[in-house]
């Protein structure tokens, strides 16, 4: 049974409808056909009954003489029994005419002796005992065509009938389920919410209703929680830039323990920021055409890299997409490959299919791609990461940038080579330029 709302509400009007014809078809055969057709025959019983006690006793010639009166193409005809009607006929009667002969059996005398036959024309032929002798006799039934042919018109009809009002009536529920699907699809990370109509029925609109509320939470939600960062980002960093201005100030007689200060606010200002950009999202950014290049080789730069790393871009691939939050995503793959990686590194980009592809290659050993989940959550780290300084946030944020603009991250070991691959498709950031 399929899932589609669409064919089971269908399939339901037809099986309604179709269960309504049978029994309908059930109540004009028991109270309708079947008395039509008992009456007939107690009317032909009687007939012949009396046609038998009028040949009774009679010769050949008075009978003869008695079935030319009584007999007629339209009601009925009889036949001596050595002179039966030809055969050739249906091998079985039909339901009406089954139905004719065992009511007209139950009516007359000696009816084990009933047989019957139809000829090549399809009339039916009954051999009866009329006045002691066999007789075949031609008795026209009750014709069920007319009235089965009008329930079976009937029900064509109100199938057609439930079909197109099941198509109907889908296709004006479906329009807004649609509308309501479509717009949680389309909903991304850090956009507005959509709004959607509240039209069609009362039942639809509640559910586009309750969507609507639960969009307006969001984005309540989301400019809280902006304007707490950013309250965030003032109260932390202004004592940390007083801190800085400390050390500055301190005697020159250690020169050692005030670098080792400077260290120690660097990590603590990388690692604010590391919090602030995983909190953040893009929901500030819109998408803008973007030179690929640039935005890598700035990426590079804000990595402050330890060892020169290459930039392998085709000049003037200009892309839209939210070039701030990418970079940052760029910037922590390549930190990550400066830090746990080795020499030499290289960042390339370039379409890949419907799909702008940017990868991190460095030739160390990296870590099991398997794991790539488990690290992509927030402050888990790698073994070899563990003693080292860090939040654990580098590769969630990445992950949690990528997710949001609809794109995804990998990575794979490759002839002793590590690389990190972010997929962005160009249907929803732009088309290349």
Not at 65 to 77: K, N, Y
Not at 94 to 119: G, S, V
Not at 322 to 331: D, E, F, P, S
Request: hydrophobic content about 45%; charged content about 25%.
């Amino acid at each position: 049974m399929t899932h589609s709302l669409l064919r089971r509400n269908i399939g339901l009007l037809v099986g309604v409808v179709l269960t309504g014809q049978i029994l309908a078809g059930l109540m004009v055969v028991m109270l309708v056909l079947r008395p039509q057709t008992v009456r007939v025959a107690d009317i032909t019983a009687r007939m012949l009954n009396a046609v038998s006690v009028e040949m009774e006793g009679k010769d050949a010639q008075a009978q003869a003489r008695l079935v030319a009166l009584i007999d007629s193409p339209r009601s009925i005809s009889m036949r001596p029994d050595n002179d039966p009607p030809s055969a050739g006929g249906r091998n079985f009667p039909n339901f009406m005419e089954r139905m004719f002969m065992n009511a007209l059996a139950a009516r007359l005398p000696k009816a084990e002796d009933m047989h019957w036959r139809t000829d090549p024309e399809g009339r039916l032929w009954m051999r009866v005992r009329l006045g002691g002798a066999p007789w075949w006799v031609n008795m026209t039934p009750p014709r069920p065509a007319s009235a089965i042919v009008s329930l079976a018109l009937a029900s064509i009809i109100a199938f057609i009938v439930a079909l197109g009002g099941g198509i109907v009536l889908q296709r004006r529920l479906d329009r807004p389920l649609r509308r309501l699907a479509e717009g949680v699809s389309a909903y991304q990370p850090g956009d507005p919410p959509p709004r959607l109509p509240l039209d069609g029925p009362t039942e639809i609109s509640a559910v586009a209703g309750a969507f609507n509320d639960l969009a307006a939470r969001m984005e309540t939600h989301e400019q809280e929680r902006a304007t707490m960062l950013a309250g965030v980002s003032h109260d932390l960093r202004t004592p940390l830039a007083r801190l800085r201005l400390s050390i500055e100030m301190m005697p020159h007689d250690d020169e050692e323990l005030r670098a080792s200060a400077h260290r120690q606010v660097e990590q603590i200002d990388r690692m604010l920021g590391q919090f602030l950009d995983y909190a953040r999202g893009t929901e500030a950014e819109t998408p803008v055409p973007a030179d690929i290049r640039m935005l890598c080789e700035q990426a590079v730069h804000n990595a402050a890299p330890r060892q020169p790393i290459s930039v392998e871009v085709p000049p003037e691939l200009i892309i839209p997409l939210r070039q701030g939050a990418i970079g940052r995503a760029i910037t922590n793959l390549v930190a990550n490959a400066d830090r746990y990686g080795a020499a030499p590194i290289r960042v390339r980009a370039g379409p890949a299919g419907h799909c702008l592809a940017i990868e991190v290659i460095d030739h160390g050993e990296g870590f099991d791609p398997d794991k790539a989940m488990q690290l992509t959550r927030p402050f888990v780290r790698a073994d070899e990461a563990r003693s080292g300084p860090g939040t654990g946030l580098g590769l969630a944020i990445v992950d949690h940038i990528v997710r949001r603009q609809g794109g995804w991250l990998g990575f794979e070991r490759r002839d002793r080579t590590f690389i990190a691959r972010i997929r962005l498709p160009l249907g929803q950031n732009g088309q290349k330029g």
